[in-house]
C-alpha cells in the first residue's frame, strides 16, 4: 500500500513540474508569428502601393518609377472620378495610384490589382454655352465656367429645339445658345458620348427676348 502511495506521489510531483515548465514558456506575439511564417515561407509577397507618373506604356503594362506594372484582365482600371477606363486612355506622363503585389523578392515589378488614373478625368455633366464653330462630327462650345469645349456628337445623340421638337446638327449653327449632356474630359476639354444638344436659339424669337 505504501508503494502505491509512494508512485503516486511521484507521478503528482512530475505533473507539476511538466505543467510548471509549460506556464513558464511565453504565448508566441503576434510580432513572433509574422517573423515565423515569414523565415518559414520566404516568397511570400505583400501588397504594395505606388503612385507617380507613367513613362513608358507597354501592351499590358506601365512604367512608373521606373518600377514595371503589370497589367492583366483581372486588373481594374479607373479614372479619377472613379469611372471605368481602358489601357487605351492612358498617356506617358499620366499620374497613377497602383494597388498591387510584388512579383517576387526583388520588387521590382508589380502585379497591378487597381490602377487608378489621376489624370483621366472624364464624368458626365450638362454644359450650357454659345456655338463658336461647327464641323462633320460635332461643335465647338464656349461655356462660362468651363471654357471652351469640343462636342463630339454620334449616331444616337438626340438633337431637340427648346420646345422639344426634332432637330438634326445641320440645325446647329455658330451663335446658337445649346445645352448639352455627355461624357466630360477635363484633360482635353472635350465632351463625348453626348446624349442630348438642346438648341435654344430655335425656333427663331422676336429680337430682345428670352429664349430660356
Known sequence: MKKLVFLSSLTTYYLLLTTSAYALTPAPTAKNLREKIASASPKILMATKLSGPISAIGTSSLTVNNLAVNISSA????????????????????????????????????????????????????????????????????????????????????????KNQTLTLSN?????KVMIKGLWDSKLNTVSQITIVRDYSLPATASGMKVF
Not at 172 to 176: C, E, F, L, R
Open 75 to 162: 486588373t481594374i482600371l479607373v479614372r479619377k472620378f472613379g469611372g471605368k477606363s481602358a489601357l487605351s486612355e492612358f498617356s506617358v506622363g499620366d499620374e497613377v495610384h497602383v494597388l498591387g503585389k510584388w512579383t517576387d523578392e526583388n520588387k521590382t515589378a508589380i502585379d497591378a490589382k487597381i490602377v487608378r488614373n489621376l489624370s483621366v478625368q472624364k464624368r458626365h455633366g450638362v454644359f450650357l454655352g454659345n456655338v463658336s464653330a461647327v464641323f462633320a462630327n460635332g461643335f465647338t462650345l464656349t461655356t462660362v465656367s468651363r471654357g471652351a469645349q469640343t462636342a463630339n456628337v454620334s449616331a444616337t445623340t438626340k438633337y431637340v429645339d427648346r
Open 172 to 176: 446647329i449653327a455658330v451663335g446658337h
